[in-house]
């Protein structure tokens, strides 16, 4: 077996999930970086590297794998990780408001809801895979675990209940300590939002420039765009009601007004920001009626295209 210089198999490396290890040891001066993954992370070679160089990690649990045995190949009288955490007593709990689905590939159509999320947590010792290739040549530890179970208690007959098993290897002692690593975990959807706007909204995977370092400059232009309208997304849900002109100058929002309104007479103040962000997706195709929801990515990218075409014709016209 050839291992490479972190000591990870060749074999782990040709699968898509080594990623995750090729990429864990980036650390920032004088900062704690934590690193939060999904449940293709979910694998013992990953625990481990994170104990091994220091490094803090939550990953979501996707292997309810046999926990606390006595010895590598026990079979009897184990308990697995959910009913381990099952037994465990509730340490708190918060409400959340769940968004409504609609019918899609992947979900089920759902109302919306305020939903109850129970909080457990505690610690468990983690085995080593039986069918580690690393055991023809080491002895494997046991890694030291704790758990955060978030869950629902009560959903709505016919709904599926929301779940997370969150792993780290940082200390959970308290429900406080527990809620952290669950806001953490939900900032990865920031992440997700943002590459989907330069996925699917800016389309960089269907850019052709021949030429890889203009490829880099092409991206690195978009990034600043996706993380603009990425920023006007976000606030536009969590602070709908702030002026718009915190973010969005007067040769933008001025013309996006006159232009949604069909009328030659502005507002003596700003609009908001949710407001303003409603009428850019607007531009792009948002028909904006009471079910639809908030704008999605895509309508929000082709408004602001145009909307940067209605602002220069509007600056011409001003400076004639």
């Given at each position: 077996?050839?291992?490479?210089?972190?000591?990870?198999?060749?074999?782990?490396?040709?699968?898509?999930?080594?990623?995750?290890?090729?990429?864990?040891?980036?650390?920032?001066?004088?900062?704690?970086?934590?690193?939060?993954?999904?449940?293709?992370?979910?694998?013992?070679?990953?625990?481990?590297?994170?104990?091994?160089?220091?490094?803090?990690?939550?990953?979501?649990?996707?292997?309810?794998?046999?926990?606390?045995?006595?010895?590598?190949?026990?079979?009897?009288?184990?308990?697995?990780?959910?009913?381990?955490?099952?037994?465990?007593?509730?340490?708190?709990?918060?409400?959340?408001?769940?968004?409504?689905?609609?019918?899609?590939?992947?979900?089920?159509?759902?109302?919306?809801?305020?939903?109850?999320?129970?909080?457990?947590?505690?610690?468990?010792?983690?085995?080593?895979?039986?069918?580690?290739?690393?055991?023809?040549?080491?002895?494997?530890?046991?890694?030291?675990?704790?758990?955060?179970?978030?869950?629902?208690?009560?959903?709505?007959?016919?709904?599926?209940?929301?779940?997370?098993?969150?792993?780290?290897?940082?200390?959970?002692?308290?429900?406080?300590?527990?809620?952290?690593?669950?806001?953490?975990?939900?900032?990865?959807?920031?992440?997700?939002?943002?590459?989907?706007?330069?996925?699917?909204?800016?389309?960089?995977?269907?850019?052709?420039?021949?030429?890889?370092?203009?490829?880099?400059?092409?991206?690195?232009?978009m990034s600043v765009v996706a993380w603009k309208l990425f920023?006007?997304?976000?606030?536009?849900?969590?602070?709908?009601?702030?002026?718009?002109?915190?973010?969005?100058?007067?040769?933008?929002?001025?013309?996006l007004y006159l232009e949604i309104h069909k009328n030659k007479?502005?507002?003596?103040?700003?609009?908001?920001?949710?407001?303003?962000?409603?009428?850019?997706?607007?531009?792009?195709?948002?028909?904006?009626?009471?079910?639809?929801?908030?704008?999605?990515?895509?309508?929000?990218?082709?408004?602001?295209?145009?909307?940067?075409?209605?602002?220069?014709?509007?600056?011409?016209?001003?400076?004639?």
């Amino acid at each position: 077996m050839k291992l490479n210089e972190k000591g990870i198999s060749h074999q782990l490396e040709e699968k898509e999930s080594y990623r995750w290890l090729k990429n864990y040891s980036v650390q920032l001066p004088d900062t704690r970086v934590v690193t939060v993954c999904d449940r293709e992370a979910d694998m013992y070679d990953f625990l481990k590297l994170g104990d091994d160089i220091g490094s803090p990690f939550v990953v979501r649990a996707s292997v309810n794998r046999a926990v606390n045995k006595k010895s590598l190949y026990a079979e009897k009288d184990v308990l697995k990780l959910w009913d381990f955490m099952g037994q465990k007593r509730c340490k708190g709990s918060y409400k959340i408001n769940v968004p409504s689905k609609n019918n899609k590939r992947n979900s089920i159509k759902q109302s919306s809801r305020v939903a109850k999320i129970g909080i457990k947590y505690g610690d468990f010792r983690l085995s080593p895979p039986r069918n580690n290739i690393k055991h023809r040549t080491e002895t494997l530890p046991d890694l030291k675990m704790h758990a955060v179970y978030a869950y629902e208690i009560n959903p709505p007959k016919g709904v599926k209940p929301l779940e997370w098993m969150l792993l780290t290897n940082l200390p959970v002692t308290s429900f406080a300590d527990a809620s952290e690593k669950v806001k953490w975990y939900c900032l990865r959807w920031r992440i997700e939002t943002y590459f989907k706007v330069l996925k699917s909204g800016l389309q960089i995977e269907e850019c052709r420039l021949g030429d890889a370092d203009k490829l880099v400059k092409f991206i690195a232009v978009m990034s600043v765009v996706a993380w603009k309208l990425f920023m006007l997304t976000l606030i536009a849900r969590t602070d709908p009601e702030i002026s718009c002109e915190i973010f969005i100058d007067r040769q933008h929002w001025m013309p996006l007004y006159l232009e949604i309104h069909k009328n030659k007479k502005l507002p003596k103040r700003a609009p908001t920001m949710g407001n303003t962000v409603r009428w850019i997706a607007m531009l792009g195709g948002f028909l904006g009626r009471a079910g639809d929801g908030d704008p999605g990515i895509t309508t929000l990218w082709r408004g602001w295209k145009r909307l940067n075409d209605i602002s220069r014709g509007w600056i011409l016209a001003q400076s004639t």
